[in-house]
C-alpha cells in the first residue's frame, strides 16, 4: 500500500500528512449516518418499546441486539477481499435502510395489531437491521485505517466523533419535538421515516467516499486459516482487548436504563430526549478538548483519566437514584453532559489505539476479533443489567443513608465495573504516550481551563 506519512516536493522536502482527496464525503456520511442510527439504536426506540410495555429484560436486548450480532464479523471477514471496503460497507449499510423503512410501519400498525406483536415485529426487523450492519462494519475500520496516515488518526477520530455528536444532537432535538406532550404511534411512524430517509441520504456520501486497496497478504490470509488464538494473545492486543472487555461491561446498557430510571420518576419522552441531547454537547466538547492533542498524548491516559471519571460520575446516579440527592434537572444535564464526554473519548481512544497496535499483516481479522469482543460485551451487559433490575424488582431497603432499589443496585454496580476497569487501562502497552498527570497538567495548561486552575492556591 502507498505510504501517506509523508510526501516528497522536488526540492527534498517533506510535505506533511494528508487526507486523501474525497475524504469529506466520510464526515457527510457520518453526519446523516447519525440522524438516522441515533433513532433506531437510541433514546426514541427505548422509548417506543417502553410505550408498548416491554420489560427490562426486552429493553436490553433491544439495547444490546447490535452489538451482539456483530459477531457476524468473524466469517464476514474473508469476503471483504472479494468485493473490497467500499462495495462490502455499502451493501450492508443499503439492506439495512431497507429495514427501517418497515420500521417506521409498525407504528401505523396499533389499530388492528397487539402491544406484543408489534413488540416482536419490530424485535425482528431490528434483527434484520443489526445482522445486515454488524457483517458490513467488519470493512469500515481496516478500510479507514488504510486511508487516514497513521499521524493524523486522532485528527480524524476526534473530527468524526464532532461531527457524529453535533448530529446526534440535532437528532435528539427533532425526535424532542416529534415526540412532544403524550405521543401518539403516528408521531414514531414519522420518527422513524426520518432515519429511514436521512439513512438512504448518507449512502449518497459513502458512495463517494475514497476506496483503498485491500493489502495482498489480506487476499492471501483470506484462502488460509486464521491463526484466532495467535492473534488474540499478541501481547499489545490482549491488553487492548481487556481494557475493552470492562468498558463494555460497564457501559453496556448505561444509556439504556438511565433513560428508563428518567421515565419511571414522571420524565416525559419529549423531556427525556432533550436532557438526553445534553449528552452529545458533551460528546462535541471533546473535539475542543483532545483534537489538537490526540495524536500526542496518546490513548492510555485519556482511557485511564476517563475510567475515574466515569466511576463518579455512576456514584452521582447513585446518590440520585438513592434518594441522597434530589433528582433536579441541573443534575441531571451535569451528567448527561460528562456521560456524553466521557463516552466520546473513550471510544475515541479505543479506537485510535486499536489502529496502533494492530499489525498490517492480518488486519482485517484483528479488527474482526476487536470489533467482535467489545461488541459481544456490550450487548450481553444490558441484558445482565436489565435481568438484575427485573430481579431486585420493587424491592427496597435503606442502608448506610442509601435506599437500595433496583436502580441504585443497578447504578452502584456499573460504578464497580468502572473502578475495576481503571486496572485494566494501567496495564495498557503504548511505549509513546503521556503519563495520566502529563495529560491533565497538558489540558489544564493549553485549555481556558488554566484560568481556573490560578484561582487556587499553590501550597
Known amino acids: 500500500m502507498e505510504n501517506r506519512e509523508a510526501a516528497w516536493n522536488d526540492s527534498g522536502a517533506v510535505q506533511p500528512a494528508v487526507y486523501p482527496p ?3 464525503n ?37 439495547a444490546g441486539m447490535m452489538p451482539l450480532l456483530v459477531i457476524s464479523q468473524i466469517p464476514a471477514a474473508n469476503y471483504i477481499p472479494r468485493m473490497g471496503f467500499k462495495r462490502f460497507v455499502l451493501a450492508g449499510w443499503g439492506t439495512r435502510v431497507m429495514f427501517i423503512f418497515g420500521m417506521a410501519v409498525v407504528p401505523l400498525v396499533s389499530a388492528f395489531m397487539s402491544s406484543r406483536t408489534q413488540i416482536v415485529l419490530l424485535l425482528l426487523l431490528l ?18 485505517t488504510a486511508l487516514i496516515p497513521a499521524s493524523m488518526r486522532g485528527k480524524y477520530l476526534a473530527t468524526d466523533a464532532g461531527m457524529q455528536n453535533a448530529a446526534s444532537c440535532v437528532t435528539f432535538l427533532v425526535a424532542a419535538g416529534c ?50 488464538l495467535a492473534m488474540a494473545t499478541y501481547d499489545p492486543f490482549k491488553r487492548l482487548l481487556m481494557a475493552v472487555v470492562g468498558y463494555a461491561v460497564a457501559y453496556g446498557g448505561i444509556s439504556t436504563f438511565t433513560v428508563t430510571f428518567l421515565r ?20 462535541l466538547s471533546s473535539l475542543w478538548l483532545m483534537a489538537a492533542r490526540f495524536d500526542r498524548t496518546g490513548s492510555k491516559p485519556v482511557l485511564t483519566t476517563c475510567f475515574i471519571a466515569w466511576t463518579f460520575v455512576l ?21 448527561q453532559f460528562l456521560m456524553g464526554l466521557l463516552a466520546a473519548l473513550v471510544q475515541m481512544s479505543n479506537t485510535r489505539l486499536a489502529m496502533s497496535v494492530i499489525p498490517e499483516m492480518g488486519r482485517n481479522h484483528f479488527f474482526a476479533i476487536y470489533s467482535v469482543t467489545a461488541n459481544l460485551t456490550l450487548g450481553v451487559a444490558p441484558i445482565l443489567w436489565g435481568l438484575l433490575l427485573d430481579a431486585v424488582g ?5 442502608w448506610l443513608g442509601i435506599t437500595w432499589n433496583n436502580f441504585s443496585v443497578f447504578f452502584g454496580a456499573v460504578a464497580l465495573c468502572w473502578a475495576v476497569s481503571v486496572i485494566f487501562a494501567r ?27 490560578r484561582l487556587f492556591p499553590r501550597g
Open 264 to 283: 419511571v420518576h414522571g420524565m416525559s419522552e419529549g423531556k427525556i430526549l432533550l436532557v438526553s441531547s445534553m449528552a452529545f454537547i458533551g460528546g
Open 315 to 335: 456514584l452521582g446516579w447513585l446518590a440520585l437514584s438513592g434518594g441522597v440527592m434530589p433528582i433536579t434537572l441541573w443534575s441531571v444535564l451535569l451528567l
Open 22 to 24: 474525497g475524504l469529506h
Open 26 to 62: 466520510s464526515f457527510l456520511f457520518t453526519v446523516f449516518n447519525a440522524l438516522s442510527y441515533q433513532i433506531v439504536l437510541g433514546s426514541p426506540m427505548i422509548l417506543y418499546a417502553k410505550a408498548l410495555g416491554a420489560s427490562a429484560t426486552v429493553l436490553g436486548l433491544i
Open 394 to 398: 420493587t424491592k427496597s431497603h435503606r
Open 179 to 228: 415526540l412532544v406532550g403524550e405521543p401518539r404511534p403516528w408521531q414514531f411512524g414519522v420518527l422513524f421515516l426520518f432515519s429511514a430517509i436521512t439513512g438512504a441520504i448518507s449512502l449518497f456520501f459513502l458512495n463517494h467516499m475514497p476506496d483503498a486497496p485491500v493489502p495482498e497478504d489480506a487476499r492471501q490470509a483470506s484462502k488460509g486459516r486464521v491463526p484466532w
Open 127 to 144: 434483527f434484520g437491521f443489526n445482522l445486515s450492519r454488524g457483517i458490513s462494519s467488519c470493512a469500515w475500520l481496516p478500510w479507514i
Open 427 to 453: 496495564r495498557l502497552h503504548e511505549p509513546a504516550a503521556l503519563s495520566m498527570e502529563q495529560l491533565i497538567r497538558d489540558v489544564m495548561n493549553q485549555t481556558p481551563l488554566r484560568f481556573l486552575v
